[in-house]
């Protein structure tokens, strides 16, 4: 099944967005943001493939005491994954280190 951003994203806020506001998250598109009292920002970021069929998710971490990569302070609801330090996107397929660990 190949699916467009458009009903893609409608995917998201209908079955998942849900999943994930029940854990803490706030964020109803494609970006989300979850705020803890011991200073850390979880967020998270699902881009769709424009050709559809496909998605990349994305995570960061970052402290509400910092800066972001750039210097500015922003509150924990204008923060996104591209704002943090600490990042990791989410893939299938192994790196060259995972591909030849296994073997």
């Known amino acids: ?10 995917l998201i806020r209908v079955y998942f967005a849900p999943k994930l506001h029940e854990v803490g998250f706030m964020g109803t598109d494609h970006h989300f943001v ?3 009292d011991n200073h850390f ?3 998270l970021v699902i881009q769709a ?3 559809g069929g496909s998605c990349v998710m994305e995570m960061g971490v970052h402290l509400d005491f910092l ?4 210097g500015e302070f ?4 204008e923060m996104t994954t591209y704002d ?3 990042r990791k996107r989410l893939n299938k397929n192994p790196n060259w ?3 030849h660990w296994r073997r």
């Not at 800066?67 to 750039?70: D, G, K, L, T, V």
């Open 1 to 10: 099944m190949n699916v467009n951003t458009k009903d893609f994203r409608k």
């Open 34 to 36: 979850k705020t803890t």
């Open 41 to 43: 920002i979880y967020t």
């Open 49 to 51: 493939d424009k050709s």
């Open 67 to 70: 800066p972001n990569s750039i």
């Open 74 to 77: 922003k509150s924990s609801n």
């Open 84 to 86: 943090c330090e600490f």
């Open 97 to 99: 280190f995972q591909f």
